[in-house]
């Protein structure tokens, strides 16, 4: 996997023009050959058919002699002189490449059953609020569901990962409850594609190098931030991997460089609000004597073991929901760190909208609703799952609710009322131009709620 070629000589010859490049493009041998090896996996030798190589069984190929020795050449193979040793290498390596077309067409044919079964994820949709919702309702990328329903990664299988993932997502997306248009279908070809090859070659640098470039601010302080442990905290992976481990738990951060390099430190993180799941409760990522040995394996091990996905989490998963808690601002303010997660706990915690969103999975509504849609746009009908028989509405309207009924009981609500009733008053008075009447405001207000 860290032999040369074309590609990654000249890759390297462009990092050694611009050093820079070094901070975003971590490994270029390896995942460069990977994506080579790739290829050699694919589904009924399509490649190979492609080009001719090995195609032909060693008797028919030797006519032209010249094109074996070539293709023994390309491949490092020199030393190989006589009629039969040529023999043996050849049908040696044809064994090989047709050993791995059949592994290549059985994971093809497994992801496409196991999809059928909702038994295996890849990358995820197009849509990029939709994937955040799932993500948000325990839906885990690139994973196969065991028996038991709990979930496992399949990263790290070398090239089968590939071609298992590319399937995945080519089901996924145009199984997705969009309108049925040359457009979209072309650009969700072009996120399988791009998925499939930027996460196995250096490709997948760039995208934090393409972010940095248009000005993306949490892209520029979370990879300012990795740099900056790199730079001045020796052994800082190592660091970040004793956070993961120690301090388990994702947390609400701010998208600062300063939060970004907090969240990697195992002695700043427990400063940090938790981040908990507002539909069935708990901290997210939280480690219980039950899945301790499973935070271990996950922390060290490349293929990680994950929990269950709730029947409730299951069913905004298949209606394809993307709603979430609308917690950045309300009445001007912005919700800090500390508000959003007590008001996510709150939410989890006293299941104020499980409870409604499991009254609505009961209506005729939520019943068969992809069925339902598949038919109306089967029948030539343009549908938009999001306001098809206004099922996300009613989710909508529980969710707001649940959300508002949460900051209600939550510790900060006298705080957040003042701030949004300040907030409004010196709008109002700045869109007037009374600057005088605005100051004296401002001083009234900090004697009588600063006591």
Request: charged share 30%; net charge neutral.
């Amino acid at each position: 996997m860290n032999l040369d070629n074309a590609a990654n000589d000249a890759l390297s010859g462009l990092m050694r023009r611009m050093p820079i490049l070094k901070t975003f493009l971590l490994f270029t041998k390896t995942p460069l050959n990977e994506l080579k090896m790739a290829a050699s996996y694919t589904p009924l030798g399509v490649f190979r058919k492609l080009s001719g190589d090995f195609d032909l069984p060693f008797e028919k190929a030797i006519a032209n002699e010249e094109k074996v020795r070539a293709m023994f050449a390309s491949r490092g193979i020199k030393d190989v002189d006589s009629l039969s040793d040529m023999r043996a290498k050849y049908n040696e390596i044809r064994a090989d490449i047709k050993g791995r077309e059949a592994i290549g067409t059985l994971a093809v044919l497994g992801t496409v059953g196991m999809f059928m079964n909702g038994s295996i994820t890849g990358n995820g949709l197009l849509d990029f609020q939709k994937q955040k919702t799932r993500r948000d309702l325990d839906w885990k990328p690139r994973s196969i569901r065991l028996p038991g329903g709990d979930w496992v990664s399949y990263d790290n299988l070398g090239p089968l990962t590939s071609w298992i993932t590319a399937v995945a997502d080519t089901v996924d997306n145009f199984d997705e409850m969009t309108p049925n248009q040359v457009g979209s279908n072309l650009k969700k070809l072009a996120l399988v594609l791009g998925s499939t090859i930027t996460d196995k070659t250096s490709l997948k640098g760039m995208e934090a190098l393409f972010d940095f470039l248009n000005g993306d601010a949490p892209a520029i302080n979370k990879w300012a931030s990795t740099t900056l442990n790199s730079a001045i905290v020796p052994g800082s992976s190592q660091w970040a991997e004793l956070s993961r481990l120690l301090v388990p738990g994702l947390k609400e951060v701010e998208r600062d460089t300063l939060s970004y390099m907090r969240n990697r430190n195992p002695f700043s993180k427990p400063s940090l609000p938790d981040k908990h799941d507002w539909i069935d409760g708990g901290k997210i990522g939280a480690v219980s004597a039950e899945n301790f040995f499973a935070h271990i394996w996950n922390t060290y091990m490349p293929w990680k073991i994950n929990g269950k996905i709730s029947p409730e989490k299951q069913f905004l998963i298949d209606i394809e929901y993307d709603g979430r808690p609308a917690l950045s601002e309300r009445g001007g303010v912005r919700y800090t760190n500390e508000e959003i997660s007590e008001i996510t706990d709150i939410m989890g915690r006293d299941e104020l909208f499980l409870q409604r969103l499991r009254v609505i999975m009961k209506s005729s509504a939520a019943k068969e609703f992809r069925k339902r849609f598949f038919e109306a746009r089967a029948n030539g009908n343009e549908v938009d799952a999001s306001i098809f028989e206004d099922l996300h509405g009613m989710i909508d309207r529980e969710l707001k609710l649940a959300q508002q009924i949460a900051e209600s009981r939550s510790s900060f609500k006298d705080q957040r009322s003042q701030a949004i009733f300040r907030n409004q008053v010196e709008g109002q008075l700045m869109r007037r131009g009374r600057i005088k009447e605005l100051e004296e405001f401002r001083e009234s207000f900090e004697k009588e709620f600063s006591k």
